[in-house]
């Protein structure tokens, strides 16, 4: 039953998907490239899923692609350089969260790097072996890493092939936080929270923009950013809306002020 290989469990407009394959350490086969790639587009188009939390059974997020299966072993014929998961997930407009409960390895790290931020658990480790298993990679690592943490330490893992723990990885700016294992989908989901508060209009052309702005140049960007400002202020800004949203915004500053 490939339904088995993906789960997806709902907390109001937040959809915790969950790569459902522990005992291949949720390895990326290709029915589980092609069911998760099925859901992302199913959720992307479902007005009712507001974020989306990404995360694996058991003590990996992934592993990357099923080596066994590479190797000939299950006798299922690879599929290497298929882009239609990293197009799927490429074309969610919700934003995404990877809740990295464990291993992230080379494709599974890819998985990781196409969400828009990473969450972890203190038994996270990161590593990036394609340089070792012999495979170039074809889902955007050798483009995100080096922009997310700098391209000498993305270097350095990439050529090397070497793990990153989380609290490394938190300090070089790949994952916003580590949290204790019991707390990371609560968190999370806590964070789901607080992105599906805001208005979703001005929520959504924020990070269009972002993620516009980030395959640009700054002056690019810049344009970007000026043009859907100016698209944005004449369709959706109105002075009572703003007085409404100002003192929500107070009130909740308060709160979190304490």
Same mark, same amino acid.
Do not use: F, K, Y
């Given at each position: 039953m490939t339904d088995s290989?993906?789960?997806?469990?709902?907390?109001?407009?937040?959809?915790?998907?969950?790569?459902?394959? !522990?005992?291949?350490?949720?390895?990326? @086969? @290709?029915? =589980?490239?092609?069911? =998760?790639g099925e859901t992302f587009a199913e959720l992307s188009t479902d007005r009712g899923t507001e974020v989306i939390i990404l995360t694996g059974a058991g003590r990996a997020f992934s592993v990357g692609l099923d080596l066994k299966e590479l190797g000939?072993?299950?006798g299922t014929r690879p599929r290497l350089g298929s882009t239609e998961l990293s197009n799927a997930l490429a074309a969610t407009p919700q934003p995404i969260i990877a809740a990295v409960n464990g291993y992230a390895i080379t494709g599974g790290f890819e998985l990781a790097l196409m969400c828009d931020f990473i969450i972890a658990a203190p038994e996270a480790r990161f590593a990036?072996?394609?340089a070792r298993v012999g495979v170039v990679p074809g889902?955007? =690592? @050798? $483009?995100? =890493? !080096?922009?997310?943490?700098?391209?000498?330490?993305?270097k350095e893992l990439s050529l090397t092939g070497n793990y990153l723990d989380a609290e490394t990885a938190c300090a070089w700016g790949l994952v916003n936080r580590v949290v204790p294992a019991a707390e990371l989908l609560p968190t999370c989901i806590s964070l789901a929270q607080d992105i599906a508060s805001t208005d979703r209009p001005t929520r959504d052309e924020i990070k269009r923009i972002m993620d516009s702005g980030w395959q640009a140049t700054l002056a690019e960007g810049l344009a970007i950013e000026g043009a859907a400002s100016r698209a944005h202020a004449k369709a959706e800004v109105r002075p009572e809306k703003v007085a409404e949203r100002r003192a929500a915004? $107070?009130?909740?500053?308060?709160? $979190?002020s304490g």
């Open positions: 290989l993906v789960l997806i469990e709902r907390h109001d407009a937040i959809a915790v998907v969950t790569l459902n394959r !522990p005992e291949a350490l949720n390895a990326l @086969s @290709s029915a =589980l490239r092609s069911r =998760l000939g072993e299950t990036d072996t394609h889902w955007g =690592l @050798s $483009q995100r =890493l !080096p922009r997310l943490i700098g391209i000498n330490r993305a915004v $107070q009130a909740r500053g308060r709160q $979190q």
